[in-house]
């Protein structure tokens, strides 16, 4: 199969012909030395406008402004189609960017949407609090059961959005169900697999028509950049999700673009070292006297391990999990005020760095007591994202912090 590749330049070219291993497809894929120079690493093209030769043959070398298309970040657009087996993608300034764009793109006034109830809260509260001012719908139902999806389905919908695993509850979506549901109904599956990247799961292997991915998470892993990505199955839906970008204005800038597609490198090393990693803290909170519940799906207590399994590639669960303490609102935020380093307490996840946050006071924190509990936000839970330190490190500062309790 000849692959598709970019030269540094931003062009169409080839690597070769030849099947490689995941591993190697995150360091060489789709990316050539540059022409020119022979540099290894893709050019960052940080210019505004590009010269062209003359009106017949504007845009004869693909480029007018860089609003429209930058080489740069044309590059990292096609590295992650080539990773997440896309007819394309669209790179964009923010993860929220994205899903704005994807919104934007395929619901106007009167459409309907199916969103999952638990969804990362972004997400959330531009469907509240903007895209129904502007008469589209919306149905937010529990998605861990299919048949909820088609029973939501109206005449006017338009889209159906899933994620999973879900943040922060680790729920998960049966993609490959929904998305037959989706294609009887002639309606579009769009789904949010920032927490499982495409080292875990593919959405578009289950017959997703769009993947979003904040590439501020795992493909940058870093805490350097923030960005977001729409991957899409045909070349006519990632035109309509470009032409959305090409509007919005919401393009990735060149710098951000270069980074990541350096750091996403490292992204299956990581990814595998923080899923092992996560599983032995999860392993370790579900023993202790001060946890009452733990979500992991590489757990055996967790509701849906049978489709984790069949989901989740080669027994990689990935690095998120949450807890929830004895003790309730005050043990959470305890736990906040107590634990040391090796963790951080911030909002970002899929790092080098352990941070966790407690969603009550923090995350969903003027979100309705009551709106929280419906949907199994409780008041002590906590969520982790595991970095890349040592395990024994991380498990001896929580175990400290929770004995505090």
């Not at 501020?216 to 923030?226: E, L, R």
């Not at 391990?305 to 309730?328: F, I, P, T, Y």
Request: glycine fraction near 8%; charge should be negative; proline fraction near 4%.
């Amino acid at each position: 199969m000849q692959r598709p590749n970019v030269d540094a330049n931003g062009g169409a070219g080839t690597w070769d012909d030849k099947e490689y291993g995941l591993s190697t497809d995150v360091v060489h894929g789709t990316v050539v030395p540059d022409a020119a120079t022979g540099a290894i690493l893709t050019p960052i093209f940080q210019s505004t406008t590009f010269v062209q030769d003359s009106v017949d043959q504007y845009l004869a070398k693909g480029y007018s402004y860089s609003r429209t298309g930058n080489p740069t970040v044309r590059a990292l657009e096609h590295k992650v189609a080539f990773l997440e087996k896309g007819a394309g993608a669209a790179c964009f300034s923010t993860g929220m960017a994205a899903t704005v764009s994807v919104m934007t793109g395929f619901l106007k006034q009167g459409d309907h949407c199916v969103l999952t109830n638990v969804s990362y809260g972004g997400t959330n509260r531009v469907t509240r609090k903007m895209f129904q001012d502007l008469g589209i719908s919306f149905s937010y139902v529990d998605f861990t059961d299919p048949a909820n999806v088609e029973a939501a389905i109206q005449d006017n919908t338009k889209l159906v959005f899933s994620e999973t695993p879900s943040n922060p509850l680790m729920t998960l979506t049966d993609l490959q169900a929904v998305s037959d549901i989706c294609k009887s109904k002639g309606v579009l599956h769009v789904c949010d697999a920032t927490f499982a990247t495409p080292i875990i799961m593919r959405p578009l292997d289950f017959g997703c028509d769009l993947a979003i991915q904040s590439l501020t998470k795992f493909y940058d892993g870093h805490n350097m950049t923030v960005g977001g990505a729409v991957i899409s199955s045909t070349p006519e839906l990632d035109e309509r999700v470009h032409f959305m970008q090409n509007m919005h204005g919401n393009i990735m800038a060149p710098q951000t673009a270069f980074l990541v597609l350096q750091t996403l490198k490292t992204m299956e090393v990581r990814v595998l070292r923080q899923s092992a990693t996560a599983a032995k803290v999860a392993e370790f909170l579900e023993k202790h006297p001060k946890v009452d519940v733990v979500r992991y799906p590489g757990l055996a207590s967790h509701p849906q391990k049978e489709l984790a399994d069949r989901q989740h590639r080669n027994g990689v669960h990935g690095s998120m999990l949450w807890c929830e303490l004895k003790g309730g609102f005050d043990a959470g935020k305890g736990l906040m005020d107590t634990v040391q380093r090796p963790w951080s307490l911030c909002e970002n996840l899929g790092s080098c760095e352990s941070n966790l946050t407690h969603a009550a006071s923090m995350t969903h924190g003027n979100v309705a007591r009551e709106e929280r509990l419906s949907v199994g936000l409780t008041d002590g839970l906590v969520r982790l994202s595991i970095g890349l330190e040592d395990p024994d490190d991380l498990i001896a500062a929580l175990g400290k912090a929770l004995d505090k309790l």
